[in-house]
């Protein structure tokens, strides 16, 4: 690399001239996909958005730091600049190290380009800023030219966070040239961060996606072997093999919740200054037996009323294990300055338990206060249903066995699947198991439907939709097998059953003969058996 500032050089250039700390250059030591996703950055043809995800180990930190260095030098307008968002303060000082020592490293660049706590400039006051993602309140006022978002699948499941990915992706049009650059290890399916990756694959004019499979060639396979054993299965598909993988504490699988989301309608809307909406599957069914469930939260947690029902997996069929179906969802969220009122919340219930056949409803008394003595004096049937221990164990078994076993059927919504599929597992005692939930996140819809799935299945126990089924389909390829045997050449198996019966009959009548002897020289031959003498 020539002497700065005089030669007119292209970012990849720069970022191929930098010194690692082995003494070699990057770009005669990066394996290939690092290329691949330099040149890709780099380049001036669209897209300028770019989704890379690689397994740990593979350079992620330390390629961040020469991207925003290969821009400085070579792209960067005079006052510029560009972010580095990274997950915490500690990930953020480490990019500033990877930064600084590539530069300190890199003769040519040790006198031009300067590196301070949070940021490294250039000469011409342009600049890139490695911040955490708790220090970027005011991003929405900020412009930016270079954006980097450093292990985005592990960003935190928070209002601020998705606040602050908005407007980072809000920024990329209003700014002509800006490069968006995820960089990220693979994470969890039901992260939100998993949605923008399908997102950009479903947009390559707009975005360019780049996953590397793990392991990266330069880790021993004895320290692999070691990881493998240590690690969970789902963390080492994560970090080692650059797989998308649910965690094992998870109590509802993408998959699980897919096979059991059905279209709806909106039905129902929350109070005035009240956020929320119902969502129905199905509406009311003569002779159906309904029931209606109630978690109530005021002001951080929310509302939510459920009305569900049992039936056979198969129409008309006794034998079939029951499914449950979530007729009905309805959730009300408040806030600080708009609580839920109890009584809006008992009106509501008493409405959807008329019209669903009078369906019987469950519902904490401590939440509930004085709700469920009302709903009985109006001729409602309400039983207290009293969270324990013991209570919130069966709800987790029901709701993580009806969505395992395909048992279920529940109306999709955007809010219900990022609750359902964030809501973990987790052992409260020896043996007892409860719901739970990240920071920030909410388990009240779980809860209601798995208090629905016990209340209707609990004591019949959990059937497997999905070994009933295949059983099912296995049994009718039997059928249409046999039937496809006799279709064919149905004279000639006709006479062979015939043959078959006849010899059969034959074997079973026993003998009788009363010697009557004919000659068959050399021989006598009895008529009736057969028996033979010599003359």
Not at 366 to 371: E, I, K
Request: net charge negative; with cysteine; hydrophobic share 40%.
């Amino acid at each position: 690399m020539e002497t700065l500032p005089e030669a007119q050089l292209s970012a990849l250039a720069v970022v191929n001239e930098l010194v690692l700390e082995n003494g070699e250059r990057w770009g005669d030591c990066a394996a290939d996909f690092q290329h691949a996703d330099a040149r890709a950055i780099f380049t001036l043809e669209p897209p300028n958005m770019h989704f890379l995800t690689r397994p740990r180990g593979g350079s992620k930190t330390t390629d961040i730091a020469a991207v925003a260095i290969g821009w400085l030098v070579a792209e960067a307008r005079e006052r510029s600049h560009g972010y580095v968002l990274a997950t915490n303060a500690d990930t953020a000082a480490e990019v500033v190290d990877a930064a600084a020592g590539l530069i300190v490293r890199t003769p040519e660049l040790a006198d031009y380009l300067g590196v301070e706590t949070e940021r490294i400039i250039a000469p011409n006051r342009a600049a890139v800023s490695v911040v955490a993602l708790s220090e970027t309140g005011a991003w929405g006022k900020r412009d930016a030219h270079l954006l980097i978002c450093d292990e985005f699948a592990q960003w935190p499941d928070t209002r601020g966070a998705k606040r602050v990915w908005t407007a980072i992706r809000t920024t990329v049009p209003k700014t002509p040239g800006c490069r968006l650059i995820i960089l990220t290890s693979a994470g969890e399916p039901s992260h939100w961060s998993y949605k923008w990756l399908q997102t950009a694959y479903d947009d390559p004019a707009g975005w360019h996606v780049h996953e590397v499979p793990g392991p990266v060639p330069w880790q021993d396979p004895t320290d692999l072997g070691r990881l493998e054993r240590e690690l969970m299965p789902s963390e080492y598909e994560r970090l080692v093999l650059n797989i998308w993988s649910e965690a094992e504490d998870r109590a509802i699988t993408p998959e699980d919740y897919e096979a059991a989301a059905r279209d709806a309608v909106h039905h129902g809307t929350a109070p005035a200054g009240i956020k929320g909406a119902g969502s129905r599957l199905r509406f009311p069914a003569e002779g159906t037996r309904y029931v209606l469930t109630v978690d109530v939260g005021t002001r951080n947690d929310a509302t939510v009323m459920c009305v569900a029902h049992a039936e056979p997996i198969v129409d008309g069929d006794p034998t079939a294990p029951k499914r449950v179906v979530v007729d009905h969802l309805e959730r009300w969220q408040g806030s600080k300055h708009h609580h839920v009122d109890i009584d809006k919340v008992r009106d509501r219930v008493a409405e959807l338990a008329i019209e669903y056949n009078r369906a019987k409803v469950y519902g904490d008394p401590d939440q509930f206060v004085g709700s469920l003595q009302g709903l009985n004096r109006r001729g409602i049937r309400a039983e207290e249903w009293r969270f324990s221990a013991t209570s919130v164990g069966l709800v987790a078994t029901a709701l993580t066995q009806t969505f395992r076993n395909h048992c279920i059927l529940v109306p999709h919504s955007d809010i219900l699947r990022t609750e359902l599929l964030r809501v973990k597992l987790r052992e409260s005692a020896p043996g007892v198991t409860r719901l739970d939930h990240e920071r920030g996140g909410h388990d009240d819809q779980a809860v209601a439907v798995g208090m629905a799935c016990h209340i209707l299945l609990g004591k019949t126990g959990f059937g497997s939709a999905k070994a009933f089924i295949r059983a099912t389909e296995e049994a009718d390829i039997i059928v249409a097998e046999r039937r496809a045997r006799r279709a064919e050449e149905p004279g000639q198996r006709g006479l062979e059953r015939h043959l078959r019966r006849v010899t059969t009959k034959r074997q079973a009548r026993k003998p009788s003969c009363d010697h009557r002897w004919r000659q068959e020289p050399p021989y006598q031959c009895a008529w009736g058996c057969g028996e033979v003498r010599e003359p």
